[in-house]
């Protein structure tokens, strides 16, 4: 099967919305009069950002969910997405799998693909996707203050247990386990929360590299600090209950990666409209710490004492 037959038989679909999508040398776009185009590219790579053993169904759902919690961030409304696919060769039942998880969520959130590429070469699966959102509505990462609330969506750190028993230094039960790794490879990005929360958060990002190097580019595009409740974080491992130890359980919910929620900050006075946000998108909603003026992020337990334990976040390059 040549290039072209392997674009039309898994990837060509007719565009609905967009003016003209997959088969030109560009496709065309057509944001609402009023809206700003939201844009967002991620790549993942075998044996870095996935396993060769996860289930093709399961990746094509990743690879565009890991960019529509980006647009979720930004509080965009997806509307299309290109993709660039590097294949070792035409693997037909792969490219059946692959195809069916990436349009059953597109379909979920009428997000259309439109246009891309495909080459042989080591496995690499390339998205950009679109989004569109009101002028002046989106929601950026520098608009944190002194006083806020930070809160989280979902649940943290369930990838980073999946991955350590893959990894070999970890054990969990084995229905746990299965149910880590879902969220390790299916994430759901909470694209209804960020639309819910414009007009009421004051800053957001997606949670892919880890609660606290997340949060820190909140912090580093606002200029400010941050206290924040290790104790409240763990309390969102679903899998907290299997007798792992406070230090594996704090490692995963704020160090872990792959979580994809949105952590965001709010003023006290919008808690009740963050719970309605919460709410209308079937999402559960935490509040885990406050940002202050003193620069920097201080990690503390439920009593309010200082965590000594040291917290990172996924290094692309590391």
């Known amino acids: 099967m040549g290039e072209f037959d392997l674009i039309a038989r898994y990837f060509k679909r007719p565009a609905k919305r967009s003016p003209l999508g997959v088969g030109d040398d560009c496709a065309l776009l057509a944001p609402a009069p009023g809206m700003q185009l939201a844009v967002s590219s991620d790549m993942l790579v075998e044996g870095r950002h996935f396993l060769s053993t996860v289930d093709p169904a399961r990746l094509g759902h990743k690879a565009l969910a890991v960019n529509l919690s980006d647009l979720a961030a930004c509080g965009a409304r997806p509307l299309a997405f290109t993709l660039a696919l590097a294949l070792p060769g035409v693997d037909e039942p792969w490219l059946e799998g692959f195809s069916r998880g990436l349009f059953a969520l597109a379909d979920e959130h009428g997000c259309e693909l439109v246009g891309g590429d495909t080459t042989r070469g080591p496995l690499n699966i390339c998205i950009t996707v679109f989004g569109e959102v009101p002028a002046g509505a989106a929601l950026l990462r520098s608009g944190a203050r002194a006083g806020d609330d930070i809160w989280v969506s979902g649940t943290l750190g369930d990838a980073r247990l999946a991955l350590e028993v893959f990894r070999g230094t970890l054990a969990l039960p084995a229905e746990v386990f299965a149910a880590a790794r879902m969220r390790m490879e299916q994430p759901t990005p909470r694209v209804a929360l960020g639309q819910a929360l414009r007009g009421t958060a004051s800053a957001a990002v997606d949670v892919s590299d880890g609660l606290v ?94 965590v000594a334990q040291r917290f990172g976040s996924f290094d692309h390059f590391g």
């Open 213 to 306: 190097g997340d949060l820190g580019h909140i912090l580093a595009a606002s200029r400010v600090g941050a206290t924040l409740d290790a104790d409240a974080a763990v309390s969102l491992v679903a899998a907290a209950a299997t007798g792992l130890g406070a230090g594996v359980l704090r490692t995963c919910a704020l160090s872990g990666g792959d979580d994809y929620e949105l952590v965001f900050t709010a003023p006290p006075s919008a808690r009740a409209a963050v719970e309605q946000a919460g709410q209308d998108s079937a999402t559960r909603v935490t509040r885990i710490g406050r940002v202050e003026a003193d620069t920097g992020l201080r990690i503390v337990d439920a009593s309010g004492s200082p």
